[in-house]
């Protein structure tokens, strides 16, 4: 994504922190803040329950092999032993800020969510316990991921 000048100036004011800040969204990739709805579409409300996770291993069931030195693998389930790339969600995009882990068959990947309180999110992920109206979004720390904790809240969703 690229801005001319006037876009720049427009977005953040001609201030030299607000340009170097719209430089590195654009350069690290972060497109969090810039998840919306589709045009044209109406929104469902839902009451899903949402809980919080993280890249650690007890949210997403790896460790590292060889006795915590090596590479991480599964912890369990049907690849258990087998590497793992830590952050890569299951739709192969880098999970951050924004990423849902849904249960695809009534959530696909690509859905916006708006949660109150957690801002837009898009179906990237999905998980084993995540099944029906249960939604997991992600928080940069296990810490933060907990402060979240369980919450039965109404959502928007754009399928």
């Known amino acids: 994504m690229f801005f001319n000048k006037e ?16 430089m590195l969204l654009c ?19 839902m009451v899903m329950e949402t809980t919080g996770y993280c890249n650690c291993g007890k949210c997403c069931g790896w460790e ?7 590479q991480p693998v ?16 299951a739709s192969g995009t880098r999970a ?8 695809t068959r009534y959530l696909p990947f690509g859905t916006v969510i ?23 979004l992600w928080f940069s720390s296990h810490e933060k991921a907990l402060q979240w904790g369980r919450r039965k809240i109404k959502v928007k969703v754009w399928l």
């Open 74 to 89: 599964y912890s369990y389930g049907p690849n258990k032993g087998k590497p793992k790339q830590v952050g890569v969600t």
């Open 7 to 22: 876009e720049i100036n427009s977005r953040v004011g001609s201030s030299a922190p607000g340009v170097i800040a719209i």
């Open 64 to 70: 590292r092999s060889f006795f915590g030195l090596g």
């Open 27 to 45: 350069l690290c990739g972060c497109n969090a803040g810039y998840i919306r709805p589709p045009r044209n579409r109406q929104a469902r409300i």
């Open 96 to 103: 951050r800020h924004g990423t849902v882990a849904a249960d």
């Open 114 to 136: 708006y949660v109150p309180g957690y801002g837009y999110g898009r179906v990237e992920d999905r998980g084993g316990a995540i099944q029906g109206k249960k939604i997991d």
